[in-house]
């Protein structure tokens, strides 16, 4: 069973970066797909960014050409090097995992995905 654990968030200005990452362990599926999503206090849950079993990345149109979705070692872990942040990228940040063919992997299938991790903060203000 997949177990995630994210960490890297924080307090950054207007303007600046983070990297978050995800430690994946347990055994990997086969046809793995990873992804970061987030959530502010009384919003759903959206997604920002996935990559494929075939290592096809996706992302969300607010996030294209700020953030950035990789992974490590088969994905052992999982990075989100956010950049030009806004105050509206303000939210908990969370990975996650499914078990699913690439055509399925997307931003925009959020219940696929059934593995969660706790979640990390990143807040964006001056």
């Known amino acids: 069973q997949v177990q995630l654990k994210e960490s890297g968030g924080g307090s950054v200005q207007p303007g600046g970066s983070l990297k978050l990452s995800c430690a994946l362990s347990?055994?990997?599926?086969?046809?793995?797909?990873m992804g970061w999503f987030r959530q502010v206090p009384g919003k759903e849950r959206e997604g920002v960014a996935t990559i494929d079993s075939d290592g096809k990345r996706a992302y969300a149109d607010k996030v294209k050409g700020r953030f950035t979705i990789s992974e490590e070692n088969v994905y052992d872990i999982l990075y989100l090097q956010m950049s030009t942040l806004k105050a509206e990228d303000t939210a908990m940040y969370y990975c996650?995992?499914?078990?699913?063919?690439?055509?399925?992997?997307?931003?925009?299938?959020?219940?696929?995905?059934?593995?969660w991790g706790q979640g990390t903060q990143v807040t964006v203000s001056s």
């Open positions: 347990g055994s990997k599926p086969a046809k793995i797909c």
């Open positions: 996650a995992a499914a078990d699913v063919e690439p055509h399925f992997c997307s931003v925009n299938h959020l219940r696929l995905f059934g593995t």
